[in-house]
């Protein structure tokens, strides 16, 4: 693995180049062989820094650490960048199940379900397993049912005045052209006349 070795006002020693080489192959084993390091050592007013930088697909790590040596500060920025990894590689495993169990949940039911459906059937599959799940259609209904706008008028064409016959009310409502008449028999029970789409009269006794 490649280390881009910075030294400030410090010398850097094969010792030392050979600790953060061991301790970055370390953390390639956490993150694989997929990340630039860079480490910069530098000596200010008799305080050894360490700073070691890699740069992962989501990075970049930094580790941070002075001490009164320099091999003491590499080790402790080292510890640092070893727990950022670790952090690291759990959230980015974490993220990696979460989007495989949406696309598995979304194969599952039959994909992506409409925002905004209707009426929409929906291929889904009920079973123990994959293999033996049987094809289902499921339909879904939007949550508030769409209305129209209501008028309401009101009518006594619709309405007979006196009670009739079932042929006098057919007569009638022929006559006004009524698709729903509403008329009482001779004997004084509701009865409502109703048009079909296909114009057959259907009659409808009232409870």
């Given at each position: 693995?490649?280390?881009e070795?910075?030294?400030r006002?410090?010398?850097?020693?094969?010792a030392?180049?050979?600790?953060?080489?061991?301790?970055?192959a370390?953390?390639?084993?956490?993150?694989g062989?997929r990340?630039?390091?860079?480490a910069?050592l530098a000596?200010?007013?008799h305080?050894?820094?360490?700073?070691?930088?890699?740069?992962?697909?989501?990075?970049?790590?930094?580790?941070l650490?002075?001490?009164?040596?320099?091999?003491m500060?590499?080790?402790q920025?080292?510890?640092h960048l070893e727990?950022?990894a670790?952090?690291?590689?759990?959230k980015?495993q974490?993220k990696?199940?979460?989007?495989r169990?949406?696309?598995?949940?979304?194969?599952?039911n039959g994909?992506?379900?409409?925002?905004?459906p209707?009426?929409?059937a929906?291929n889904?599959k009920?079973?123990?397993?994959?293999?033996t799940?049987v094809?289902?259609?499921v339909?879904?209904?939007?949550?508030?049912?769409?209305?129209?706008?209501v008028h309401l008028?009101r009518?006594?064409?619709a309405?007979?005045?006196r009670?009739?016959t079932?042929?006098e009310?057919?007569?009638?409502?022929?006559?006004?052209?009524?698709?729903?008449?509403i008329?009482?028999d001779?004997?004084?029970?509701?009865m409502?006349?109703?048009?079909t789409?296909?114009?057959?009269?259907?009659?409808?006794?009232a409870p």
């Open positions: 693995m490649n280390v070795f910075t030294g006002q410090y010398e850097i020693t094969p030392v180049r050979k600790e953060v080489e061991t301790g970055l370390k953390i390639r084993k956490i993150l062989d990340f630039e390091a860079k910069i000596v200010e007013k305080r050894h820094k360490a700073e070691i930088t890699i740069n992962p697909p989501k990075g970049p790590l930094v580790g650490a002075q001490a009164k040596d320099m091999m500060a590499v080790s920025a080292l510890d727990k950022q670790v952090k690291y590689k759990s980015w974490s990696k199940r979460s989007a169990k949406t696309e598995e949940a979304k194969k599952w994909g992506s379900i409409p925002q905004n209707t009426s929409a929906l889904t009920v079973g123990l397993t994959e293999k799940a094809p289902v259609a339909h879904r209904y939007p949550a508030v049912a769409r209305t129209t706008e008028v009518s006594s064409e309405v007979a005045m009670p009739m079932l042929e009310a057919i007569k009638e409502a022929h006559f006004r052209d009524r698709d729903v008449f008329f009482r001779p004997k004084g029970k509701l409502i006349l109703h048009r789409r296909e114009g057959k009269m259907e009659l409808i006794e």
